[in-house]
T-cell receptor
Framework: DGGITQSPKYLFRKEGQNVTLSCEQN?????MYWYRQDPGQGLRLIYY???????QKGDIAEGYSVSREKKESFPLTVTSAQKNPTAFYLC???????????FGSGTRLTVV | AQSVTQLDSQVPVFEEAPVELRCNYS??????LFWYVQYPNQGLQLLLK??????LVKGINGFEAEFNKSQTSFHLRKPSVHISDTAEYFC???????????????FGKGTHLIIQP
């Protein structure tokens, strides 16, 4: 079945370390997205990519970086510059028209 | 830019009672509208969406929503809830571009639906 795979499901990071979250899709979708979820805050857009080798900042891009070298993959790096990285991170994808978005099952990142 | 307001952060309802979760949006362009459900520590599952046509949209698990353009609302309803409906519900919008393209969803802050036995 087609879908989005996020790994790992749980991730612990020491302060000052960079960490990379994986997102892979086999839906042949052009566009991919990273959202951050905090309790009571809804989901906020970090970065998105509508085509390979191109991406745009979302509303809260500071302290994060992404790459899009393959259509299927859109990894997110949480850098040491992100002041409060503990959150639930969700990856999503859609066709080019935005008729429907598919979400992964998420990665919970905790800074220890 | 778009914004979404979910008017209730938490809605307690007795089992088998009806429920309405309210959603209002603001946008300078036309939008597609969505309702998603999230169970603890999981991703989002699409309940229903409005793209065009009939303003009453039926979704999964017995949910439906009505798009009201004049009031910029997209309220979610279910005539009789079950314990398994306990979850977080998110309303979201995305702008419609004539040339295609998908800038991502703008979400409300969510409504926690609590079903009481």
């Amino acid at each position: 079945d087609g879908g989005i795979t996020q790994s790992p499901k749980y991730l612990f990071r020491k302060e000052g370390q960079n960490v990379t979250l994986s997102c892979e899709q086999n839906l042949n979708h052009d566009a991919m997205y990273w959202y951050r979820q905090d309790p009571g805050q809804g989901l906020r857009l970090i970065y998105y990519s509508q085509i390979v080798n191109d991406f745009q900042k979302g509303d809260i891009a500071e302290g994060y970086s992404v790459s899009r070298e393959k259509k299927e993959s859109f990894p997110l790096t949480v850098t040491s510059a992100q002041k409060n990285p503990t959150a639930f991170y969700l990856c999503a994808s859609t066709d080019g028209q935005g008729y429907g978005y598919t979400f992964g099952s998420g990665t919970r990142l905790t800074v220890v | 830019a778009q914004s979404v307001t979910q008017l209730d952060s938490q809605v307690p309802v007795f089992e088998e009672a009806p429920v309405e979760l309210r959603c209002n949006y603001s946008s300078s362009v036309s939008v597609y509208l969505f309702w998603y459900v999230q169970y603890p520590n999981q991703g989002l599952q699409l309940l229903l969406k409005y793209l065009s046509g009939s303003t009453l949209v039926k979704g999964i698990n017995g949910f439906e929503a009505e798009f009201n353009k004049s009031q910029t609302s997209f309220h979610l309803r279910k005539p009789s809830v079950h314990i398994s409906d306990t979850a977080e519900y998110f309303c979201a919008v995305t702008p419609i571009y004539s040339g295609g393209g998908a800038d991502g969803l703008t979400f409300g802050k969510g409504t926690h639906l609590i079903i009481q036995p």
